[in-house]
C-alpha cells in the first residue's frame, strides 16, 4: 500500500506572516502564497485562493492580526479606529460564508479591550480559532461517523475537506472517520463546476489518504441513486438559518430533492461558527452571484457559444425539511428545525 500522507494544510501562520496554500492550481501545484497586507488577504478570499466557509473565516482572523500590525505602527493612539476600514475590506470579500463575518467580529471585540501592541493578544485569537476549528472537525468527524450504521458508499459536493477547513474537514472529517472505522467503502465526489472543487480538491485529498474515490459530473447523481450505489450524500455548508435551512456550494439542493426521492439519507457537517441565529430562513441568506465568465469559459478557455449570458450562484439553499440530520461540535440534530437549532446554540 502506497505511504498515507499527512492532510494538508490550507492555512499557515509562519514567521510573522500569512501563507496561503493556492487551491486555484491544485492539484497541479502545491504553492503557498504570502500575506503580510490586510487588502491583498481579502482580495485571495474573493479570488478563491482560499475557499470552504471555516478555512475563509481562519484566514480572515489572521488578516485580522496583520491589519493590526499595520495600524498600530500608523498611530499608537488611534489604531483601534483605523482598522474598522480593514475590518470592512475582509468582510466585503465573500459574503455568504458566515464564518467570515464570524471571526470578524470575534476580533473586533477583542480589539475593543486592547492596550498596547495588541499583535501578540490578536494572533493568540486567531491561532485559537484555527486549532479550535480543527478539534471542532475531529469532534464531528466521530459524530458523523457514528450515524452510519453499515459500511456504505457516500456521496459528497464540492469540497468540505481539510482544504476548507482548519484541517481535517467537516463533510470528508466524517469520510476520514468513517474509512478508518470500516463504515465508509467508496466516496463518489461531484466534480462540481464550475471551479472544479470535486474533481480538483476533494478527489485530491481522497487519493493521498487512499480512501477510494470516483468522480462523476453533478448530472450523473441522480441515475447513480437510482441504481443504488449511494446510501447517505454528506456535504457541508456555508451557512445555516435559524431554522436549520443550509447555504452551500450550488448544486447541493438538487442533491436534496434527488436524495429524497431515491430513500437517501442527507447529512450535512458544520461547526457551529457556521450558524447563524440572526437570519431566521434560508430564504434571507445572502448568496453570492460570481463572475458569468466561470461558466462561460474552462481553465482560461471560452466554451460557450460567444453571445450566450451565464448565470452563476456560488450556492443555494437547502430546506431544513430534506435535511436528515444536522451534525455540529455540539451534536447531531436528526429532522433539524427551529426549535432543535434553539437548543443546541444554547447548549454552548
Ligand atoms: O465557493 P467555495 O469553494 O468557498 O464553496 C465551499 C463550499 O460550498 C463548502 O461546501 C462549504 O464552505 C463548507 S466547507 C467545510
Redesign the pocket.
Known amino acids: 500500500m502506497s505511504k498515507q500522507r499527512e492532510e494538508v494544510q490550507a492555512v499557515v501562520w509562519r514567521e510573522n506572516q500569512l501563507c496561503l496554500l493556492d487551491q486555484r492550481v491544485l492539484p497541479g501545484r502545491e504553492v503557498y502564497l504570502e500575506y503580510t497586507a490586510v487588502a491583498a488577504v481579502a482580495e485571495a478570499i474573493g479570488d478563491?485562493v482560499v475557499?470552504?466557509?471555516?478555512a475563509?473565516g481562519i484566514t480572515a482572523a489572521y488578516g485580522v492580526v496583520l491589519a493590526a500590525r499595520a495600524r498600530y505602527a500608523q498611530s499608537a493612539v488611534e489604531w483601534q479606529t483605523l482598522i474598522e476600514a480593514d475590518l470592512q475590506t475582509l468582510a466585503s470579500s465573500r459574503p455568504t460564508?458566515v464564518n467570515l463575518f464570524w471571526a470578524i467580529g470575534h476580533m473586533r471585540e477583542l480589539i475593543a479591550t486592547l492596550q498596547g501592541d495588541p499583535e501578540p493578544a490578536l494572533l493568540a485569537a486567531a491561532k485559537k480559532i484555527h486549532t479550535d476549528d480543527i478539534a471542532a472537525c475531529r469532534r464531528m468527524g466521530e459524530l458523523g461517523a457514528a450515524l452510519i450504521e453499515r459500511p456504505c458508499n457516500i456521496l459528497t459536493h464540492?469540497?468540505?475537506g481539510a482544504l476548507?477547513?482548519g484541517g481535517y474537514?467537516?463533510?470528508l472529517g466524517v469520510v476520514r472517520a468513517g474509512f478508518a472505522a470500516g463504515k465508509i467503502r467508496h466516496v463518489y465526489a461531484d466534480e462540481t463546476r464550475p471551479?472544479m472543487?470535486g474533481a480538483r480538491l476533494t478527489a485530491w485529498e481522497m487519493v493521498q489518504e487512499n480512501i477510494p474515490v470516483t468522480l462523476q459530473t453533478e448530472g450523473a447523481a441522480a441515475y447513480l441513486m437510482k441504481q443504488g450505489k449511494i446510501d447517505w450524500v454528506i456535504?457541508?455548508?456555508?451557512r445555516i438559518a435559524a431554522n436549520g435551512d443550509v447555504a452551500?456550494?450550488i448544486g447541493t439542493y438538487g442533491l436534496a430533492v434527488l436524495a429524497r426521492h431515491h430513500g437517501v439519507k442527507f447529512m450535512v457537517v458544520?461547526p457551529t461558527s457556521t450558524v447563524d441565529m440572526n437570519i431566521v430562513r434560508g430564504e434571507d441568506i445572502p448568496i453570492e452571484q460570481r463572475s458569468p465568465e466561470e461558466v462561460l469559459f474552462l481553465a482560461g478557455q471560452p466554451i460557450a457559444a460567444a453571445g450566450a449570458a451565464a448565470w452563476n450562484p456560488?450556492?443555494d439553499v437547502t430546506p431544513a425539511a430534506l435535511v436528515d440530520a444536522i451534525v455540529t461540535e455540539r451534536g447531531v440534530l436528526l429532522a433539524p428545525d427551529a426549535g432543535k437549532m434553539v437548543a443546541m446554540m444554547e447548549n454552548a
Open positions: 478563491m475557499r470552504g466557509a471555516p475563509i460564508a464540492c469540497n468540505a476548507a477547513t474537514g467537516t463533510a471551479w472543487q456535504v457541508g455548508s456555508d452551500n456550494k458544520a456560488a450556492f
